[in-house]
């Protein structure tokens, strides 16, 4: 076995892809409509399907927002300077929501950023 994606549920498709293509620098890796069942599927990711987990996200047509509840987390993406890809990130126009440093009770240096939805992305500093 091996992990082949998470799904994210998106209000507003075209934004979620210029979020993940254009501001952390992934790739449209394929996308599909599917007009019986009035939604679109989009994978995006640093690398083939074949090779990494990616990201799925679905959008329904006619829903605009979703409810992220409490139970969701994060994805979490590594990164070779935590606060160069805040910077980068900012400077595409992203939003970063707690800046690059030491995690509480720990050394390893995170950033969190967030996309248009509002779901939370971890940069995790490559040691």
């Given at each position: 076995?091996?992990?082949?994606?998470?799904?994210?549920?998106?209000g507003d498709l075209d934004r979620s892809l210029a979020f993940y293509t254009e501001?952390?620098?992934?790739?449209?890796?394929?996308?599909?409509?599917?007009?019986?069942?009035?939604?679109?599927?989009?994978f995006v990711g640093y690398q083939d399907e074949a090779e990494g987990a990616v990201?799925?996200?679905?959008?329904?047509?006619?829903?605009?927002?979703?409810?992220?509840?409490?139970?969701?987390?994060?994805?979490?993406?590594?990164?070779?300077?935590?606060?160069?890809?805040?910077?980068?990130?900012?400077?595409?126009?992203?939003k970063v929501v707690r800046e690059a440093g030491p995690m509480k009770h720990g050394?390893?240096?995170?950033?969190?950023?967030?996309?248009?939805?509002?779901?939370?992305?971890?940069?995790?500093?490559?040691?």
């Open positions: 076995m091996r992990l082949l994606h998470t799904m994210l549920r998106v501001v952390l620098g992934m790739r449209l890796l394929r996308r599909q409509d599917y007009p019986e069942g009035k939604f679109t599927l989009a990201i799925e996200l679905t959008h329904n047509w006619g829903v605009e927002s979703y409810e992220l509840g409490t139970a969701y987390g994060h994805v979490a993406l590594a990164v070779p300077d935590a606060y160069a890809a805040c910077d980068a990130i900012r400077a595409r126009g992203g050394s390893t240096v995170i950033a969190f950023v967030e996309d248009p939805d509002g779901y939370k992305i971890e940069l995790i500093q490559a040691a």
